[in-house]
């Protein structure tokens, strides 16, 4: 069995910074991407950054220039350091992983997801 636990969310100024982690636990053989989503209310969930194994990455418009994902590979886990955060960044924010376990194959993971909320 798979889990992704994240943290680091909460609330913060407009212009402030946060960082996200995220880390995979379990009966992992091989990570490949590992990504950061969000859903605000009322609106669908949207990719906002993603990373591969070999390090390359791909962010939204959106956060282009003020975000930047990573991951440490030895420790299964992903961050988000997320800087001159507006108001429009308030959202759940997900962790997601393309995950080969030993017992079930390739899956896609999600963890349970914090709350990030930005004040004007």
């Known amino acids: 069995q798979v889990q992704l636990v994240e943290s680091g969310g909460g609330l913060v100024q407009a212009g402030g910074s946060l960082r996200l982690s995220c880390t995979a636990s379990g009966s992992i053989f091989r990570i490949n991407v590992m990504g950061w989503y969000r859903q605000a209310p009322g609106k669908q969930r949207e990719a906002v950054a993603v990373?591969?194994?070999?390090?390359?990455?791909n962010y939204a418009d959106s956060v282009k220039d003020r975000f930047t994902i990573s991951r440490d590979n030895a420790k299964n886990t992903v961050y988000l350091q997320m800087n001159s955060l507006k108001p429009e960044d308030t959202a759940v924010y997900f962790c997601?992983?393309?995950?080969?376990?030993?017992?079930?194959?390739?899956?896609?993971?999600w963890g349970q997801g914090t709350q990030v909320t930005v004040s004007s």
């Open positions: 990373v591969t194994s070999g390090g390359s990455t």
């Open positions: 997601n992983a393309v995950i080969k376990s030993g017992s079930v194959g390739v899956g896609s993971y």
